[in-house]
């Protein structure tokens, strides 16, 4: 193993390299720690479901602020000091340069603190982290979205980007749904999805719900419904492990090849950066490999989702 | 080897077989050997044939009814034939009065002990690596990896615990390896807590302190304990809650381990598997045998003796003699 | 090649130390061999084959502090008159006593906690932690063998950001500012298996300066730069051709000692093969799922990072994990993606026999056989290796 050819790359950095800042990808602004979060201010908190609520936040640092940018797709560490950090996708748009948002659900210990903050209240941000949607290379194809529940998170950011870029793309098509309508994240971003011409947005829930005149039906059994062509498309599906499992073989069903089909992955994680251990899927790291897989990758690593 | 050691190894061998062959259970746990005959290691057999290889000599101190807690059969509903000394059935009756194990589910050989070796001690009496202990009568041969032979008494190498044993004979059991020892008489031991004892209560502090000072974190002691049944889960690294600190350092390691004892006590007889299974030998059978004293001495209480028996702390008696005497 | 004798090693000791924090295998209290500091009333242990953990932790501690804070008022989130209007009050307050509102840790515990004072760690200066906060004090470690210099060098490639990934500031701090003196194995046992690894009792991977025990002293080799400004010391003396002839025969005793237990050949493609095998529920049987065989190991390296709150002070820092801990990969929904014994026991070998290799080129595993030795039930490393190897052959021959 150690016979074998060290390319340029293959070898251990140092100091200068970090300080350089040069061929590595810094979470922080002190140069080579990693490990250490950028403070941030609370701008705005949106609360999307009875458990979800998105913050807006806001590098305290302004050259931080304006200096900041990331692929759609990737992650960001969001901590409260005295509780703990924990991964989210960053899902405001790439061109939004005031402020980022993360959207959290209650569940855990983080995810608590994080919904007791209020507006003007303090978090620790590192980000952005691990690798986004390939969203260059799919120039030119028809896109096909869907996602359920607070997966909507992790794809929204790809999806505003997309349509930012809508001419970029060939025709695109969102398909979201949720138990209830009550737990439709993003309902400003619905609204004006419904209201463009150029994609075809579907929005389904569970079951029948007192005042929702809108379809009924869980996610995959709509997408075989909706039977999109695979020719030139790639679908890009984020949501419950258990709605995933069913729409990878719809997709499956309809003709796609495992090359066209995206997801993101979650894991517990701890750094963010590849050395803590506990991310991994065979031998690559969701945070830093991942989050973003195409099926294609994911049929080549140990099933240990 | 005594006779009677050769008797009780060659019944547990006919015992596992005839389970495994009436099909009684999935898989059948005893000792075999390991990677040098002086290791004695658990061994899980699954096929009649394979049943020669089991052991037993006076280096089983293997406590095997930990692999019978929650999480730990593999698959999880498997029926299992297990092997027991004394102070592992006492382990395996705590769990059965709690019914945290399937009486139906287990096969249980009892195998009375005459005691078993304190390996490591026996090991610091030689630098050179020990890669054989035989037994000849009272005699231990011990054989290095340099060649270096040495006869030992057989007495003089008992752990502290198996020298006033107070129940060589398993407690609970299906079948019995060989013919039950005299059941020795009197009030219980508990050995090697005199010089702490006398100890001021300064002093009680720093010699906890020094030898928690250097635990490492590793969880073998909560892991291998066959009464820690919550092994997983542990509040000892819960951050939800978050209640012990999950810093190495001297005060919350004490803090750890003194969760782990109150966890388990009324349910430890001090088998002394976390004593044994630790990597750095902190002398944990302080904390687990002094919590016995105290039970016995304050509740006339001792774990594991009778299935039938409630609990200590499911219990309550007018006359127990607790707080201030 | 340098002489040192075997009367000299206080006086090198002694020397050493007015420049560095020297380490050294010290015997404790209750006989265990563990790294500890040198001072002139300690002896060095190096008669002992391996000390009990390698000296990781001088680079690596088990508890390294990223942050630190303070807080500078605590209020009870339980009081009914506890509402923004107070929160806004309590900022002001701590605004006019000439603190700065860092971060507002919310009321999980019932408590508000207005935070100031953010520090780069225990060591640090204020300031979050630049490099220079770090601990930066040199250090010497003497006394270790090749089995745990390799490890640690397999160490440096997952903290030196090898292959283009981050760089660890705390672990590289420490490491640049460590020197390795190393003793070639005077008695290996049963359980080392190094040379299967291709590594060896007189190995020089990770390895400043080599000293090998022969009659009446060591033979001491400069391997790195670092080594060679180090033996420059007077204490070192010219070596005689027979000290050299000494020590190949001494280095030459310990090869003869270290048994070849496996084949690497054929390890990685037989975990790959075998990843979904129902063998690893046999091997892990008398796997009780405890920490012993990471902590006690040179290369293994996982941790966790959490935040604890004490008394008004707050701290994030990085401990040790392990991947047997059931809870290393629990997510916060419940889903645990190795929610099993033996999925847990199959990730430590498939890291350092194939994930690891297939990231970094090398291997993280040096062959001390600790595992093996302090493992509650002797869980064999050797025979896990051996078994997986067949799988590969199984799936050929089927094939």
Redesign the interface.
Known sequence: MSDEAVSSERRRLTFADVELGSSIARAARYAGNPYLPETATVVEIIQETPNIKSFRVRFDDEQVQAGFSFQPGQVGQLGVLGIGEATFAINSSPSEKEYLQFSVMQAGEVTIGLHCLSERDKVGVRAPMGRGFPVEEWKGKNLLYVMGGIGSAALRATILYTLEQRAEYQDITILYGARTPVDLTYQYDIDEWEARSDINTVITVDAPFPGWDGRVGFVPAVLEELAPAPANTVAVTCGPPIMIKFVLQALQKLGFADEQVYTTLEKRMKCGIGICGRCNLGPKYVCVDGPVFSLAELRDLPDEL | MSGAEIARQDRIRELARQALTEGKVDYFIGWKA???PS?V????VRNVDECDMLLWNPLCH?NLT??LKR??P?PPDARIGVCVKGCDSRTLVALLQETLVDKERLYVVGVPCDGIIDRRRLE?AF???V?DIAFQGEQVVVTT??GETKELAYEELLLEQCASCDFPNPRYYDDLAGELLPQPEGPPRFPGLEEYEALSAEEKDRVLA?AFA?C?????C???CPVCYC???CVN????P?LV?????AKENLMFQMVHMFHVAGRCPSCG?CD??C???I?LYLLHRKMNKELFEMLGFQAGLNVEDKPVFQTFNIDDALGEQ | MKFLARDQLPTLLADLSTAAEVWVPVKQQNGVVQFDRWAPDVDVELDVFLARQSPKENVFPQTETYLEYRYLMVCSAQRPEFTDQTREELRQLVESEGGEVVAEVPPVAQELLLVADVGGGSQGEPGLGSAAGMDDSAQIILGLRPCDARGLSQMDNVFGGYGGFYFDPYYNVRRNNTTIIAVTCRTPRSTCFCRALGGSPAGTEGVDVLMTEIEGGFAVEAVTPKGESLVERSVFEKAQPEVEESAVAAKQAAEAGVNVPFELDGVREGLKAGFDSPVWHDLAMRCISCGTCTYVCPSCYCFNINDEIVEGTGERFRCWDNCFNPMYTLETSGHNPRESKHARFRNRFSHKFWYYPDKYDSLLCSGCGRCIMYCPTHVDIREVLRTMSAETTAEKGEA
């Open positions: 390991g990677h040098v290791e290691i658990p061994a899980f293997h930990t692999f999480k730990m593999d610091k630098s050179d690596e890669i990896r340099g020094d250097t490492i974190r590793c969880f073998a909560i892991h291998v092994w997983d889960q690294r819960s951050r939800r978050a600190g999950q810093k190495v350092a598997a044994r299974s990597p750095v030998e002398p």
